[in-house]
């Protein structure tokens, strides 16, 4: 497993920008799969973005797509969501995630490795 920490969440208006990152900790991470969830209030964890290991394949929520990209630099065990355009339903906790299972593609939804999470908040 991996350690993952998480940061860039904060307050922005309707049509802003975030940028979000998640430092991984351990010799192995960047053979893992990663990705992105979020957790609005009272709903359930849903999906965001993934990016294979290599950094070459993405894959988005289609309430994303267009709007969010995903990334990943190895050399730094660290990977981005770049979030423009953002809306008022995109405010959420948004969870780091990583998973050993690389060879998985589409991406699984029930990765292994989690961090903490970042509020995001999008106002009017």
């Known amino acids: 497993q991996v350690q993952l920490v998480e940061s860039g969440g904060g307050l922005v208006q309707a049509g802003g920008s975030l940028r979000l990152s998640c430092a991984a900790s351990?010799?192995?991470?960047?053979?893992?799969?990663m990705g992105w969830f979020r957790q609005a209030p009272g709903k359930e964890r849903e999906f965001v973005a993934a990016v294979d290991w290599r950094g070459f394949s993405t894959y988005y929520a289609d309430s994303v797509k267009g709007r969010f990209t995903i990334s990943r630099d190895n050399a730094k065990n660290t990977q981005y969501l770049q979030m423009n355009s953002l809306k008022p339903e995109d405010t959420a906790v948004y969870y780091c995630?990583?998973?050993?299972?690389?060879?998985?593609?589409?991406?699984?939804?029930?990765?292994?490795?989690w961090g903490q999470g970042t509020q995001v908040t999008v106002s009017l």
């Open positions: 995630a990583a998973d050993s299972r690389y060879t998985i593609w589409p991406p699984p939804t029930d990765f292994g490795s």
């Open positions: 351990g010799r192995t991470a960047r053979f893992y799969l």
